[in-house]
């Protein structure tokens, strides 16, 4: 069965970007902070450079990732990571209204507007048995809310931003448990990954 996994670096109060969709250069300083490299599918456009325990937490997130699922507000941010994501997946976009200037053509995104749900299953279905990932955000929340997340990876960085974006965003007021994580120390990083329980 594919697993669906959330992950993004979160400063220490919570955020995936500070105000004004600032702090990513904070937020993303681990990823080059050591001298292991783990290259991406696209190395040339994404090589990682961490210490031991994070290049091996890496490896596995590239390796047994299948597909993404992301909401319109990160596409736009990454300006669609310039016509593919890094990780070299299908990537599916969450959104009420796709992009007039895009075109999906030779090009690894789709845009789903029928909401989140529908996008993982869409991802599953391409996936290859692999694990499906979610981007940050108010995507993370509505899968949690709809029971259709089975970990989560919180890549936390020793920073606050003071406002911005939420990893959790969007949750309903329904208590939910999380197995003990598994713990990784990068350098300037630590990798918590927490089962649904």
Same mark, same amino acid.
């Given at each position: ?16 970007? /500070? ?10 300083? =681990? ?27 890496? &490896? ?12 319109? &507000? ?6 669609? =990571? ?19 200037? =895009? ?49 989560? &990876? ?7 931003? /003071? ?24 350098? /300037? ?9």
């Amino acid at each position: 069965m594919t697993r669906v996994f959330a992950q993004a670096s979160v400063s220490l109060d919570g955020y995936i970007s /500070g105000p004004g969709g600032t702090g990513f250069d904070r937020l993303f300083a =681990w990823c080059t902070a050591g001298d292991v490299e783990t290259p991406t599918r696209q190395p040339d456009r994404l090589t990682y450079r961490t210490n031991s325990a994070t290049a091996a937490y890496l &490896r596995e997130l590239i390796d047994e990732t299948g597909a993404i699922v992301v909401g319109r &507000r990160q596409f736009d941010q990454t300006n669609g =990571w310039g016509g593919s994501h890094p990780l070299g997946v299908p990537v599916f976009v969450v959104t009420h209204q796709p992009p007039a200037d =895009w075109s999906t053509t030779d090009t690894p995104f789709s845009f789903v507007t029928d909401g989140v749900a529908a996008a993982i299953e869409k991802a599953k279905a391409v996936a290859g048995g692999k694990q499906v990932g979610i981007g940050p955000g108010s995507t993370v929340g509505q899968a949690l809310r709809a029971g259709l997340l089975d970990e989560l &990876r919180v890549d936390l960085v020793p920073v606050t931003l /003071g406002g911005g974006v939420r990893m959790l965003d969007g949750l309903d007021d329904q208590p939910r448990d999380f197995a003990t994580p598994r713990v990784i120390e990068g350098i /300037g990083v630590t990798h918590l990954s927490y089962q649904l329980s």
